[in-house]
């Protein structure tokens, strides 16, 4: 089966700043549309942001806007999250997912994904 790999996560104090990755050595991540999901304890997971495979096309949900930077490099074929002023809410498991169907929009086909990476954000 197919698979994404998420890496970056880790312990974080509140106001900082991480940086995830994700990347495959299976499929290019070129051609559909990707994002990052989020699962914290207790609560069903949520979309916090998607990249068209142009780049043109960018969502966060409105709870990250001004703090996290969604980007894609195909030379690495690796999409990636800036983090910053990271907040207690903000901890969670960070999931990468690939549309198989859809160059512009997330949650369309979103049938690759990654395991993971916990972020928690604390004192």
């Known amino acids: 089966q197919l698979q994404l790999v998420e890496s970056g996560g880790g312990l974080v104090q509140p106001g900082g700043s991480l940086k995830l990755s994700c990347t495959s050595s299976?499929?290019?991540?070129?051609?559909?549309?990707l994002g990052w999901y989020r699962q914290a304890p207790g609560k069903e997971r949520e979309e916090v942001s998607c990249?068209?495979?142009?780049?043109?096309?960018?969502y966060y949900r409105d709870s990250v806007k001004g703090r996290f930077t969604i980007s894609r490099d195909m030379a690495e074929n690796t999409v990636y999250l800036q983090m910053n002023s990271l907040k207690p809410e903000d901890t969670a498991v960070y999931y990468c997912?690939?549309?198989?169907?859809?160059?512009?929009?997330?949650?369309?086909?979103?049938?690759?994904w990654g395991k993971g990476t916990l972020v928690t954000v604390s004192l």
């Open positions: 997912a690939q549309s198989t169907v859809s160059r512009d929009r997330c949650n369309y086909g979103m049938d690759v």
């Open positions: 299976e499929i290019s991540l070129d051609y559909y549309a």
């Open positions: 990249i068209s495979s142009d780049r043109q096309i960018i």
